[in-house]
């Protein structure tokens, strides 16, 4: 009996890109949930792949990574040591932002907010 390595993903959209949360392996026999959830989040402007869960990435999985890269904005976060290897020889990592975590990130995608500034008009007139 041949075991099967499962692949989920959860899909989080928010304003302007969406974070792939995937776990398992990616492999010819689960690319295809893969090209659904690409599928699922047309139209936004960045994928935000989570790959902290994903043990494995073949041939097909890379192939879905680079047309994906092709049609929009790529970024990754958290490959496994494994994943990250594949990755690197794939030569995929210059093209596509690899982060260490998901914070990180997040923290390239949404910039910080600048901090309040205070209304000179508000102020009152000092005397002199």
């Known amino acids: 009996m041949c075991k099967v390595w499962d692949l989920r993903i959860t899909v989080e959209k928010r304003d302007g890109f969406a974070i792939l949360t995937l776990a398992g392996r990616i492999s010819a026999r689960t690319s295809n949930r893969l090209e659904e959830a690409f599928g699922d989040c047309k139209g936004m402007e960045t994928l935000l792949i989570d ?33 990250q290897i594949v990755l690197e020889l794939a030569g995929l990592c210059p093209g596509i932002p690899v ?4 914070e ?25």
């Not at 999985?61 to 958290?78: E, F, K, N």
């Not at 982060?99 to 998901?102: C, D, G, I, P, T």
């Not at 910080?112 to 005397?127: F, I, K, M, V, Y």
Request: proline share 11%; hydrophobic share 45%; charged share 20%.
């Open 99 to 102: 982060e260490a975590s998901l």
């Open 51 to 83: 790959l902290s869960g994903v043990d494995y990435l073949s041939s097909k999985g890379l192939a879905m990574l680079s047309v994906a890269r092709a049609r929009t904005r790529l970024v990754l976060c958290a490959p496994s040591g494994p994943v």
């Open 104 to 128: 990180a990130a997040l923290a390239r995608l949404v910039p910080p907010a600048a901090p309040p500034t205070q209304d000179l008009a508000d102020e009152p007139a000092q005397s002199r």
